[in-house]
């Protein structure tokens, strides 16, 4: 029987050099080995990074180790995706090209033993956050990443990890996430046939059925460390002892 993994929220490097980051780390290596012992195949479900900007020759340093595991799972024959969240919106071709990670960065649907799952980060699904999906257009235009890219990356790397930073504390001072849009859209799914609606974002982990059919937040990997699992017949959250 096959396990499908999904993940999201980690945001590796928003504490760089810390004692809290380093055992992020050694806690996502060792999920990800057991992936690579127990699994088929591994969906991160957007901001696996707290920043992520490719340059033409330059990638983000810091990130190797868990490269090298994501590298691992490829050349063990597990297949991997990557829902782009709000974090992760200057994606190239380092992930696709290097080590064959499927990315894709809007809602994203997948079939998997008969079921069908519907992935999304869930940046831009609160109906208030009308500003957001603006600025979401702003920075995924090929243009405007283009001219960000003139940047050096001694400077273009630590004004957007500024960036982020700010972001997520102005977020974070919102208080306790309110996941009302976020159901009605995983009702709306239901209605096109999806049997599963899993999200991100939040940093919340929930899991609300209906009938049959589960509406699912992954939580964060900052202060909850949960991810999911389907084994061909039931999904279910859990967190990472």
Avoid: C
């Avoid at 780390?25 to 080995?33: I, P, Q, R």
């Avoid at 180790?65 to 709000?86: F, M, P, T, W």
Wanted: hydrophobic share 40%.
């Amino acid at each position: 029987m096959g396990r499908t993994y999904f993940i999201s929220d980690v945001h590796l490097g928003m504490r760089a050099a810390t004692k809290s980051e380093r055992v992020k780390e050694k806690k996502l290596l060792a999920f990800l080995d057991h992936v690579a012992v127990s699994g088929d195949r591994l969906f991160i479900v957007g901001d696996l990074f707290d920043f992520w900007f490719e340059y033409r020759t330059v990638i983000p340093r810091g990130y190797m180790r868990v490269l090298s595991a994501l590298n691992h799972l490829r050349e063990v024959g597990k297949e991997l995706h990557y829902i782009a969240g709000n974090h992760d919106f200057w994606m190239k071709d380092f992930m696709p090209n290097e080590l064959n990670i499927q990315i894709h960065f809007d809602g994203f649907e997948y079939e998997i033993a008969g079921k069908r799952f519907y992935l999304h980060h869930g940046d831009g699904i609160a109906k208030w956050d009308k500003g957001y999906r603006l600025m979401k257009r702003v920075f995924r235009h090929p243009a405007n990443i283009f001219l960000y890219s003139l940047l050096h990356p001694d400077l273009g790397i630590p004004l957007a990890k500024w960036v982020s930073h700010r972001s997520r504390n102005h977020t974070a001072a919102k208080g306790p996430p309110d996941d009302t849009d976020y159901r009605e859209e995983a009702l709306n799914k239901f209605q096109e046939g999806f049997d599963y609606v899993l999200f991100g974002h939040l940093h919340s982990p929930m899991l609300q059925k209906y009938g049959e059919k589960i509406y699912m937040n992954l939580g964060d990997w900052i202060t909850h460390f949960t991810y999911a699992v389907f084994d061909d017949n039931d999904l279910q959250l859990k967190t990472w002892e």
